[in-house]
């Protein structure tokens, strides 16, 4: 249960200790369903611990005195019923354990600071035409650095650092405007291995609309659902797929790729379109600066007034028309229960597309299919660098490394 790259002074605050004994493996497995069962039903008495889990009232008892000893769950009032002694509800220590999780985005890079409950204590942001590498990589150390020392004593409370990014950020090279040179500086970088050069913590990399997948699977609609498909409308449009409770996260780490599905069929010689062309933000800024307006105002409320708003309503029905496209596409391949779309604009524009993605998916022919709800995502445009953060979260307190903070206990 100790992260693997923290060490600790002697007057550091203590996290999960190794145990000397033959059945330490079971042992930490075992608290680690315990805080997964406290974080899944927020502050719980001992004896719900102990129905929540199946383990005796015993092991319950030995093992939250192990979790307040190591100042992961702290007690909260005593609550008075009608029958019996009074419970004792314990809870997360939001101090108890810090994450970093770090998106680079070609619009932006994210900072977020995250704590052992998932909410945010730090946030910074960085705002660019397109990263320069010999720019970007420097601030990345220096604001995830700065993050940590302002955490003060709690600093060895740090578990890991999270990083989401595109793959191929200078993938689309020729439509972002950039050179071959600029676009292979990125591609021949390896970001993870970078970050963790700057750091003692560990680093986890992930593609960056999976670590928003995460997010939404772990503080947002996974929690009510058990199979879903996510679109995420950035920049650029992507996508996760949760099976299960379970992301997955396909051969090469890149289901839900949705930037490369073909928004038609072949003919002749010519390839077809694919449906980032149509449903990125992208493409929303371009009618923008063709109409000198900020293009920033893709990403925030102004894109919902005047004078922006009609260049916004004619972007969505392409969009609208593009996500349809992948709600039909994945229901057919996938036959899912729901298909959950979020994105880095405004909440307006989030459900405007919403509404418009149902609308043309009325067109459709759905004989053969059992049509998915269309929903809106609930985490918006922090799911990424918070799905990055959640990653070290996951690494060193979630039983099943298979899942992402979600079991079934």
């Given at each position: 249960?100790?992260?693997?790259?923290?060490?600790?002074?002697?007057?550091?605050?203590?996290?999960?200790?190794?145990?000397?004994?033959?059945?330490?493996?079971?042992?930490?497995?075992?608290?680690r369903v315990v805080l997964q069962a406290i974080r899944l039903n927020g502050s719980v008495p001992k004896a719900e611990l102990a129905r929540l889990t199946r383990l005796t009232a015993q092991t319950i008892g030995l093992i939250t005195t192990r979790l307040e000893d190591d100042e992961l769950v702290i007690k909260?009032?005593?609550?008075?019923?009608?029958?019996?002694?009074?419970?004792?509800?314990?809870?997360?220590?939001?101090?108890g354990a810090f994450s970093i999780g770090i998106?680079?985005?070609?619009?932006?890079?994210?900072?977020?600071?995250?704590?052992?409950?998932?909410?945010?204590?730090?946030?910074?942001?960085?705002?660019?035409?397109?990263?320069?590498?010999?720019?970007?990589?420097?601030a990345i150390g220096e604001r995830m650095n700065a993050m940590r020392d302002?955490?003060?004593?709690?600093?060895?409370?740090?578990?890991?650092?999270?990083v989401a990014a595109p793959f191929q950020l200078g993938g689309w090279h020729k439509m972002l405007g950039?050179?071959?040179?600029?676009?292979?500086?990125?591609?021949?970088?390896?970001?993870?291995?970078?970050?963790?050069?700057?750091?003692?913590?560990?680093?986890?990399?992930?593609?960056?609309?999976?670590?928003?997948?995460?997010?939404?699977?772990?503080?947002?609609?996974?929690?009510?659902?058990?199979?879903?498909?996510y679109l995420f409308v950035d920049t650029f449009v992507g996508g996760g797929l949760v099976i299960n409770s379970h992301l997955h996260v396909g051969l090469h780490g890149n289901a839900g790729a949705v930037a490369s599905l073909p928004s038609s069929i072949a003919v002749g010689t010519t390839p077809p379109g694919q449906v980032i062309s149509q449903a990125s933000l992208?493409?929303?800024?371009?009618?923008?600066?063709?109409?000198?307006?900020?293009?920033?105002?893709?990403?925030?409320?102004?894109?919902?007034?005047?004078?922006?708003?009609m260049e916004t309503s004619a972007w969505l029905a392409n969009a609208a028309n593009a996500l349809a496209h992948c709600v039909v596409s994945g229901t057919a391949f996938l036959d899912i229960e729901a298909v959950v779309i979020?994105?880095?604009?405004?909440?307006?524009?989030?459900?405007?597309?919403?509404?418009?993605?149902?609308?043309?998916?009325?067109?459709y022919n759905w004989e053969g299919l059992w049509?998915?709800?269309?929903?809106?995502?609930?985490?918006?445009?922090?799911?990424?660098?918070?799905?990055g953060a959640l990653l070290p979260l996951h690494a060193n307190f979630a039983p099943d490394q298979e899942l992402f903070l979600k079991v079934g206990v």
């Open positions: 249960m100790t992260p693997r790259s923290t060490s600790l002074a002697a007057d550091s605050p203590k996290l999960l200790r190794p145990r000397g004994s033959n059945q330490v493996g079971m042992r930490a497995f075992n608290e909260h009032e005593r609550v008075r019923g009608r029958i019996g002694q009074p419970s004792v509800p314990l809870a997360l220590n939001p101090d998106k680079i985005g070609r619009r932006r890079a994210e900072w977020l600071l995250v704590d052992f409950t998932g909410q945010v204590r730090q946030r910074q942001t960085l705002d660019y035409a397109f990263p320069d590498a010999h720019t970007l990589l420097p302002e955490l003060g004593p709690l600093s060895p409370r740090l578990v890991g650092v999270g950039l050179s071959e040179a600029q676009s292979n500086e990125w591609n021949q970088i390896d970001l993870g291995a970078q970050v963790q050069a700057m750091t003692d913590a560990p680093v986890s990399f992930a593609k960056d609309t999976s670590a928003a997948c995460v997010a939404e699977l772990v503080t947002g609609r996974g929690r009510d659902l058990k199979s879903f498909l992208w493409e929303l800024e371009q009618r923008f600066i063709a109409h000198g307006l900020d293009p920033s105002a893709a990403y925030d409320e102004r894109a919902m007034s005047a004078p922006f708003e979020d994105g880095s604009f405004c909440r307006a524009l989030l459900n405007r597309v919403i509404e418009r993605t149902n609308e043309a998916l009325q067109r049509p998915a709800t269309v929903i809106a995502g609930n985490v918006g445009p922090d799911a990424a660098a918070l799905g």
